[in-house]
């Protein structure tokens, strides 16, 4: 028998026990990264993430005894933003996590589907999360290997588990390594000379965090104007970029993170940070009592690099930005002395993008899967 409870976030109890329940299920799994635990928290506390101030989020746990240990758990997500923006009637789940038990799964996802059709849902992908920092997919290749710090790995019956509920594959999300050492074609440097010289391109020089924090009304609406065109995405504003640019900044190097302008505005970026994810193992994502100095030390000392997002403002695609981009990605790859480059989370759609990584050398060795199905009977 399996029982399903929609967790109460006021009771540390439950809370705890939708937290723990991945640290049992992957205790065995070297390639395990724990999330960072403050920011997972976060997720489920109302009053401080900025996702509850326009939509709404539920958490469901699945368990074989009334009062017994948790076997798996579910979140499910009501952007509403995202469903303006498309229009749809859609809600997302995230952070699933499951033993290998297709009846459990299938109880507690019509639990999830349930509270969804009461927002007005009529239909469920995922895994997606509350922001766009947050990683997409379920892992469906690449299962050797460790996660880029932030990137979801799960085990490999979760793919088999979401199709016995129904779920059928959506889209394909890439991750490629670049070794540290690579050669960018030269002409890319030429090019990014030409444009910054023809285009009065430059990127900005953030000396403090106070000069990135500056930007960040600017920084919003350049994301929002890079999206505008493209679907499958939701527009944020100020408070929720400073919330993105908080979990950022605790183990960015602002060397690495490159904003792009024209004439002072924002009009592009490119957001590149060292990849923690050794110390992440080592603390169990835990910041205390001593987790942020192994953090801080794995920062100075790691020797691999993470890239996590690039755009353009669709007005200024097409005049060599990405050239200036591309440029500028290769000089953080020398400058820290980064052995190893992961480039995360790419659309399989996205050939163009695909195509020019594959140019200078990027090998796409990862592959992460959104899954989506109708609920409700509503069919379109």
Known sequence: MTFIQQIDLSC?????????LPYRLYRAVPQWVPPVQSDIRRMLEPHRHPFYRHSQAAFFLACRQKQ??????????FHRPYNQHNHERTAFFYLFEAEDDPEVVRALFAAGETWALKQGAD??????????LDAMGVLVQGFEHRPAFGIPYNLPYYPALLEACGFQ????????????????????????????????FRIAQLHSRADLRRLIPRLSEMYNRAIMDTPGNAPIDSAEIEDILRQVLFFAN???????????????????????????????GRLLPLGWLDWW??????????????????????????????????????????????????????????????????????????YGKQIGGNIR
């Open 12 to 20: 540390r109890a439950e809370v705890e026990k939708f937290l723990q």
């Open 68 to 77: 017994g240990p948790a076997v798996a758990r579910l979140a499910v997500l």
């Open 123 to 132: 239909r469920l992908i995922g895994p997606k999360g509350f922001s766009p």
């Open 169 to 200: 594959p959506r889209e394909d999300i890439l991750s490629g390594y670049l070794s540290g050492k690579a050669e960018f074609p030269s002409k890319i440097h030429q090019i990014a000379e030409r444009v910054i010289q023809k285009r009065g």
């Open 254 to 284: 602002l060397k690495l993170i490159k904003i792009l302008l024209k004439d002072e505005q924002p009009i592009g970026f490119l957001l590149a940070y060292p990849d923690i994810s050794a110390a992440l193992q080592r603390t169990g």
């Open 297 to 370: 030390l794995e920062l100075k000392r790691t020797r691999w690099l993470n890239i996590n997002g690039m755009g353009i403002v669709e007005e200024y695609r097409g005049l060599g930005g990405t050239a200036v981009l591309f440029s500028e990605m290769h000089k953080s790859i020398q400058g820290g002395c980064f052995q190893h480059v992961e480039i995360v989370q790419i659309g399989a759609e996205n050939q163009r993008m695909l195509r020019e990584l594959r140019d200078i050398g990027v090998d796409f060795y990862k592959a992460h899967r959104l």
